[in-house]
Nanobody
Framework: QVQLVESGGGLVQAGGSLRLSCAVSGHTPSGYIMEWFLQAPGKEREFVAGINWTTYIRYYSDPVKGRFTISRDNAQNTVFLQMNSLKPEDTAVYYC?????????????????WGQGTQVTVSA
């Protein structure tokens, strides 16, 4: 099972940008599906963006399409989430997750490996 460590969260004004990182260790991430989820206070964890490490196929939730970009760096074994045009409703703890599934999931239940989360706060 891989270990995941997120970083890059912080406080930013609406319209600003942040780049989250998810460092993968313990196993080569090739063949994994990597997804980002967010969890706002009092709400369930929900899907944000995903990437197939091998094929580089990427996919997004509707609220972030056109604003967020997921990518990965093979040499660094790291997944990134570039977040632009941030809105106050993007405020949440963001989690990175990994699964050996072969296709996009978007479901919390499919992921056995999770990072500790990183807080993103967007002020109005």
């Amino acid at each position: 099972q891989v270990q995941l460590v997120e970083s890059g969260g912080g406080l930013v004004q609406a319209g600003g940008s942040l780049r989250l990182s998810c460092a993968v260790s313990g196993h080569t991430p090739s063949g994994y599906i990597m997804e980002w989820f967010l969890q706002a206070p009092g709400k369930e964890r929900e899907f944000v963006a995903g990437i197939n490490w091998t094929t580089y196929i990427r996919y997004y939730s509707d609220p972030v399409k056109g604003r967020f970009t997921i990518s990965r760096d093979n040499a660094q074994n790291t997944v990134f989430l570039q977040m632009n045009s941030l809105k106050p409703e993007d405020t949440a703890v963001y989690y990175c997750a990994a699964s050996r599934g072969k296709s996009a999931s978007r479901s919390v239940a499919d992921f056995g490996s999770w990072g500790q989360g990183t807080q993103v706060t967007v002020s109005a």
